[in-house]
Nanobody, 126 residues
């Protein structure tokens, strides 16, 4: 089992940057595919980045590609989401999620992830 705790959210102006962190506890963290999702009020949860167990494969959808970068440090059991050039439409609660998989296959459906953090609020002002 894995417990996930996100941090690093906050209020930032348009064009600014934030770095979200996700601290994991539990065993076998390095065997999990990790993802970041976000959910704005009244909207469905949206996949924004994923990273394979080794960190060698990452994926982000076009909506954030070139602005968001996911990374991980297995020794520290940490996952990060660097967010640059933030826009008001990036405002949402951001969640870290884990699924037990050593495959490089990108999985964007939230239903495929087993463990979730409590979320951290990101607000981008215009």
């Amino acid at each position: 089992q894995v417990q996930l705790v996100e941090s690093g959210g906050g209020l930032v102006q348009t064009g600014g940057s934030l770095r979200l962190s996700c601290a994991a506890s539990g065993r076998a963290f390095s065997s999990y595919y990790m993802g970041w999702f976000r959910q704005a009020p009244g909207k469905e949860r949206e996949f924004v980045a994923g990273i394979s167990w080794s960190g060698g494969s990452t994926y982000s959808p076009d909506s954030v590609k070139g602005r968001f970068t996911i990374s991980r440090d297995n020794a520290k059991k940490m996952v990060y989401l660097q967010m640059n050039s933030l826009k008001p439409e990036d405002t949402a609660v951001y969640y870290c999620a884990a699924r037990p998989s050593m495959s490089l296959l990108v999985v964007t459906a939230s239903s495929e992830y087993t463990y979730w953090g409590q979320g951290t609020q990101v607000t981008v002002s215009s």
